[in-house]
């Protein structure tokens, strides 16, 4: 997020986009529920009428992968009425011209046209973010689980930077991060384009420091995806050490998945539990579980907040970073001899200019936003206040493209997934603790009351969907949530693997799965 | 960054004899709290809008005719109050007698919430025993069968917390007062479960709950077990929020989970994973010894020696038969940022490579 969490019910406007806060992230969305009650007016972008919706002060059904056409239409509106912040645009922003005359062919009929909106509710959405003297904007996944998930994005942020609502309080572009420490992985440096902080991996005086660092020649190159990695199994890798991960549940194309895990020469796989993937693995390894072990986690806020351990671990079970540091001393890889949490974290603060001001005793009070640059600086709550982090903000020129696979005659339904309030990700979690099955004992689809008749389903019946990939067996729920011709489920419970369906396609710059969008057949089981 | 600075409007009174300043808006409670005099009260939680029910806050005001409740008085310049007299007091030990008498007498564990332990404190500090207006109990049980919340509303003293917690913070409006006098009770709309409510299980309405009149079902299963409790700050293990908690813990096992009142992110509010979904820790299913495949097939349990050599040795060879790059760390947005830290490490100082990623593009 640019913005802290307790900026949220600072704006007077919120756009929301793509989030469902109120099931994934509640406690974000009570702030969001403050803000309303204060008076700041909600719109909320959403193919479902999520409880957001309902709060909303202007709800937009945009039809599933639409999202680019309704943002691009409202950059329209936004120039064609004059309500770009020119300053903000001169003094801060590159290819501010381009992108205005860029503009300037996609009206809010055209973006009706393909989101299935009314083009009144976009100029509306338009006029209150642009005139607005603060407005935020908060995704989720809704906006980067597309093809077009980097284009999605970059026109969020095309919007912050011509009206200038970003830098200040109670503005930004704020993602919401899925995972408790997903924002700490990436911080960590465990990303194929970054040492840890961020440093380019391409970057020489970033491969020179890291040589001295770590012993040995660095890679000048990038690494692959993960997704990659799973398309190169068998081929280019034959070895993975998978962390945590229940990747066959939650990755999309599962069968593709178990293939590729299966023909690894070596898989070992770091868990608290024998996870699906686990199964698959040559050794399995006994992690430590969260309040059984000290560590450090970074929040979506860029928050860095303490772990503490309250019990003793399960059976033999030993925190993740000993168990990797002992198959890395047993490669004769030196540089592993930490002896506690607090000297691996302690390490990467030395190597990461955004904690470089941080240590293990400092994080105590978790006060501290990074980037923290230096001992004795506040940390950074707010993102790009006086220049962005590469100088000037640049302009993207972005075009609509259609979901890799669109409805037609075999596959007429749209199937979105998500998550439900009562399940976390594959449920090896949540669904072993006592009492979440009382609320929340199977997975559903939840399909419009007026489609039930029309395909011949019953509520509580069973239907089979079906896409290009496979078929999956699933409860139908009648729910006034799902608009006309659009399906959802959770893809939480194993029973109902409805990651069999998923994967028609991937963003091409982050390789992340259109997990948001896939055409089915919804026929009676 | 251009920040306004809006000058604080301070201004003076007297508090029990002290001259304190305040700044405009603030309640006389609110002024006496911070000057660290303490003032009781039971419907009082800082998070929530003033409301005056319990009464127990009352103070005198000099020129006032009656005294007023604290939390619902702003403060005016000039003003004289006093907090302890012999009036109030024994106003409030009646309060507190009248309260006491209409609820069983009955410990109440802890464990059943945040503030479960409220009253009895109240009453043990002000020394009152139930005897005086022995009579009728209010409320009855709610034989709501989830198995996250107790409603018991025979120790409910109708302050409303639960409620406006519920409106206020959460915004849910999932529950509300039924009936009035000894009939009284906390329901969701027509008595209906809370399971077919708006309600979230968040546990909003457990924590705030000065009585134990709400309790965290899931925590009392350990009310049995002796010992203390054992709090451990920390964060919630699911989303990206960081909401802090802390870990209720018995001797080795983890027993409950409450909100960190004073957590940057949540400031006192969770959701239904955070409070609830904790005890996963401690399922049968935890993997309790290293595991490795043979000639079977199948996964058996080792000593770890034996399956860190194993883990290593698969590495060694498929580096050597395939070179560096064959080797891909897959790290977890679940784990602490050590795990993530030491596998990038592992794979870039270990194969000079960036195979490398995280959990986040699925």
Same mark, same amino acid.
């Given at each position: 997020m640019s913005n802290p969490l307790a900026d949220m019910d600072k704006p007077d406007v919120i756009f929301c986009i793509g989030t469902n806060m109120t099931e994934c992230h509640p406690v974000a969305a009570t702030r969001i529920k403050q803000a309303i009650k204060r008076g700041a007016k909600l719109i909320v972008a959403d193919p479902r009428k999520i409880s957001l919706a309902n709060m909303a002060n202007l709800y937009l059904p945009l039809r599933v992968g639409s999202d680019v056409a309704l943002l691009l239409g409202m950059a329209h509106v936004i120039a064609r009425d004059g309500l770009v912040n020119r300053s903000f645009i001169n003094d801060r922003t590159d290819k501010g011209e381009a992108f205005l005359e860029h503009v300037q062919q996609f009206t809010p009929q055209w973006a009706a046209k393909i989101s299935g909106l009314n083009p009144c509710d976009i100029e509306q959405a338009a006029h209150w973010y642009a005139q607005a003297e603060r407005s935020a904007i908060y995704y989720t996944l809704g906006i980067t689980e597309h093809i077009c998930g980097v284009d999605n994005v970059q026109s969020l942020c095309n919007l912050a930077l011509m009206t200038g609502h970003i830098g200040r309080e109670g503005t930004g572009i704020n993602p919401m991060r899925g995972q408790n420490n997903i924002q700490g992985a990436g911080d960590a440096g465990a990303v194929p384009a970054n040492y840890p902080g961020f440093q380019p991996v391409t970057d020489p005086l970033s491969q020179e420091k890291f040589k001295q660092l770590y012993g040995r020649e660095m890679d000048p190159e990038k690494g692959i995806t993960k997704v990659s990695a799973l398309n190169e199994c068998g081929k280019s890798i034959h070895a993975m050490l998978i962390d945590g991960e229940n990747t066959v549940v939650s990755d999309p194309d599962r069968s593709h998945c178990l293939r590729s895990l299966e023909s690894l020469e070596h898989l070992v796989v770091i868990d608290i539990f024998l996870t699906e993937t686990a199964e698959l693995a040559d050794v399995v390894l006994p992690a430590t579980a969260w309040g059984e072990t000290d560590g450090v986690c970074v929040n979506t806020e860029r928050r860095v907040q303490r772990l503490r351990q309250a019990v003793p671990p399960h059976g033999e079970a030993k925190p993740d970073w000993w168990i990797i540091s002992q198959i890395a001393q047993r490669l004769a890889v030196p540089g592993f001899e930490f002896e506690s949490a607090k000297d691996v974290f302690n390490e990467l603060c030395s190597l990461s200019p955004i904690y470089a001001g941080l240590d293990w005793d400092r994080i105590e009070k978790a006060e501290y936003q990074w980037p923290v640059p230096e001992k004795d600086h506040p940390g950074t709550p707010i993102l790009h206040v006086d220049e962005f982090k590469n100088g000037r903000g640049l302009f993207s020129l972005i075009h609509y493209r259609d979901p890799a696979e669109v409805v037609d005659e075999n596959y007429p339904v749209w199937l979105t997934t998500g998550r439900r309030l009562e399940a976390y990700h594959t449920r090896?979690?949540?669904?072993? %603790?006592? !009492?979440?099955?009382y609320l929340l004992p199977e997975e559903s689809l939840e399909v419009n009351p007026e489609n039930l008749a029309e395909w011949n389903l019953t509520d509580g019946g069973y239907a089979n969907l079906t896409s290009r990939r496979g078929t999956v067996k699933i409860r139908v729920k009648s729910s006034g949530r799902s608009p006309l011709g659009t399906v959802f489920c959770s893809f939480s419970f194993n029973d109902v693997p409805v990651n069999i369906l998923t994967g028609s396609g991937y963003d091409p710059v982050t390789e992340t799965a259109e997990l948001k969008v896939c055409p089915v057949r919804v026929e009676p089981a | 960054m251009i920040t306004e600075s809006k000058p604080v409007v301070t201004a003076t009174m007297t508090l029990d004899g002290r001259e304190v300043t305040y700044t405009e808006g603030e309640t006389i409670y609110e002024v006496a709290r911070r000057a660290n005099i303490e003032v009781p009260t039971l419907c009082y939680d800082p998070r929530l809008e003033p409301f005056g029910a319990c009464r127990l806050c009352i103070v005198e005001v000099e020129g006032g005719r009656n005294p007023v409740a604290s939390c619902t008085t702003p403060a005016v310049a000039g003003m004289v109050v006093h907090t302890q007299t012999e009036a109030v007091e024994k106003h409030r030990r009646t309060l507190l007698e009248l309260v006491a008498s209409e609820n069983p007498e009955e410990n109440i564990n802890p464990l059943r919430g945040y503030a479960s332990q409220e009253l009895n404190q109240l009453l043990e500090k002000h020394d009152v025993q139930p005897g005086r207006f022995q009579g009728k109990h209010s409320g009855t049980s709610n034989k709501d069968d989830n198995p996250f919340i107790l409603r018991d509303y025979n120790h409910c003293i109708s302050c409303y917390r639960c409620v406006r917690v519920c409106a206020?913070?959460?915004?849910?409006?999932?529950?509300?007062?039924?009936?009035?006098?000894?009939?009284?009770? =906390?329901? $969701?709309?027509?008595?209906?479960?809370?399971?077919?409510? $708006?309600?979230?299980?968040?546990?909003?309405? *457990?924590?705030?709950? /000065?009585?134990?009149?709400? !309790?965290?079902?899931? %925590?009392?299963? $350990?009310?049995?077990?002796?010992?203390?409790?054992?709090?451990?700050?920390? *964060?919630? /293990?699911?989303c990206g929020v960081g909401c802090q908690v802390d870990l209720l813990s018995k001797e080795d096992r983890l027993v409950g989970i409450q909100p960190a009142m004073d957590g940057p992110a949540n400031e006192g509010?969770?959701? =239904?994973?955070?409070?609830? $979904?904790?005890?996963? *820790?401690?399922?049968?299913?935890?993997?309790?010894? /290293?595991? *490795?495949?043979?000639e079977d097939g199948k996964l058996h349990e080792v000593d770890w020696d034996t399956a860190l050599d194993r883990a290593a040795e698969g590495f060694k060879k498929v580096r050597q038969q395939h070179g560096n790059h064959a080797i891909y760390g897959v790290a977890s947005g679940r784990a602490p940022s050590e795990a993530s830290y030491t596998m990038q490490k592992f794979i870039r100082a270990g194969f000079g490579t960036n195979q490398i990623d995280n959990c986040s593009r699925a």
């Open positions: 090896t979690q949540t669904g072993r %603790a006592a !009492g979440i099955d | 206020e913070q959460e915004g849910d409006h999932a529950i509300t007062m039924m009936n009035r006098g000894f009939e009284k009770q =906390i329901t $969701a709309e027509f008595d209906i479960r809370l399971k077919e409510s $708006a309600c979230t299980f968040c546990g909003q309405c *457990v924590q705030t709950c /000065p009585t134990g009149a709400l !309790g965290d079902r899931k %925590a009392m299963r $350990a009310e049995a077990q002796k010992e203390d409790f054992k709090k451990t700050r920390s *964060v919630c /293990p699911y509010a969770l959701c =239904i994973k955070g409070q609830f $979904a904790f005890d996963f *820790v401690q399922h049968e299913d935890r993997l309790s010894k /290293p595991l *490795v495949r043979g």
